[in-house]
């Protein structure tokens, strides 16, 4: 059977710690393109790799009618232009999250998927987690009883990334820590409680601790080498607020900066036969009552390699049609809710969805 022939546009870090090694552990793969604006990333790519050629206009690639799936791995302003060309083009996409940087961008994509018939997942990493997957499933059974709120936090000490490049600058990302890391934590919550529809929200951006760049002390820096001094901070680098949904409430607390040196990242399932805490990436602990007696226990199971199932599920689906818990109509959701969130801080009042 032919190789499904695949290119990766944007050669950065996730492209090579996630999409690239992966695509290049699926037997039926072939990588055909590598594609950068900065030529030094795609020709980096092709020697590491050993394998595909090394361009800088993506267009090429929407030319070959061999080329059947792509990554999109770009910073989040180009990831609707780019998706929606490749889709228009006939190509099957996977993009990485968040979806776009405003709602109104993943409307656009969510359009042209449908007009097109093609694939268009986000990376959503999380929907393919073993253990996401297992609360997923035990809520479903009604292990937890009724679920009726859940609590969210992704917080960290002094891990702003980039400072002054293009994960802190708002016309580039979009937003800073809730649009950055509150998507996969706000996912794992859709995902794992059915994709409730959201009522109302209400909550507030702040961006404190980065705005002084020359002054900003840190330990370390994520994608430090796309820090500028002279680039721009005009990004959220603490987050709260309150969600109602047709299913549970959601509270949550984010921050990329913040003056307590203690990391905190899981998410609280709450239920009224039991509940559960999920660690970020990691195990999850369940709390409940048998037999008149409080309990709680750690499950054991095999954790996956959420990143490889997410790949080979793309390929996968390319050719059987079916549609991943990823799809852009499901993913379109939590855009809507995070730009919500957005407007609630900026206007100052709760939005009603």
Known sequence: MAKTKVAIIGCGTIANSAHIPSYMNNKDVEIKYFCDIIPERAKAAVEKYGCGTAITDYKEILADPEVEAISVCTPNKMHSIISIDCLKAGKNVLCEK????????????????????KVLNIGVVNRFNGAVNKIREMIANGDLG?????????????????????????????????????????????????????????????????????????????????????????????????????????????AWAQNIGIAEGYIDFIGTKAGIRLNYGGDFTVWGTEDGKLTNCKPE???????????????????????????????????????????SSETGKEIVL
């Open 146 to 254: 009724e679920v009726y709120h859940v609590y969210v936090s992704f917080r960290a000490h002094r891990s702003i990334p980039g400072l002054g490049g293009a994960f802190t600058t708002k016309e580039i990302a979009g937003g800073g820590v809730l649009i950055d890391w509150g998507v996969h934590y706000l996912d794992i919550v859709m995902f794992c409680t059915n994709d409730p529809t959201p009522k109302t929200v209400s909550a507030k951006a702040f961006s404190k601790l980065g705005v002084d760049m020359e002054n900003y002390v840190y330990e370390g820096m994520w994608a430090e080498n796309t820090k500028d001094l002279n680039g721009t901070y005009d990004v959220d680098d603490f987050v709260t607020g309150f969600v109602r949904t047709e299913g549970p409430t959601i509270t949550f607390n984010g």
């Open 301 to 343: 199971f095999e954790h996956n390699n959420a990143f490889q199932t997410e790949i080979d599920s793309f390929i996968r689906c390319i050719k059987t049609g079916e549609k991943l818990p990823s799809h852009i109509d499901t993913v379109a959701v939590t855009a809507k809710m995070m730009q919500a969130m957005y407007d």
């Open 98 to 117: 968040p979806a776009a940087r405003i709602y109104s961008e993943a409307v656009e994509m969510k359009k042209a998927q449908n007009e097109t018939g």
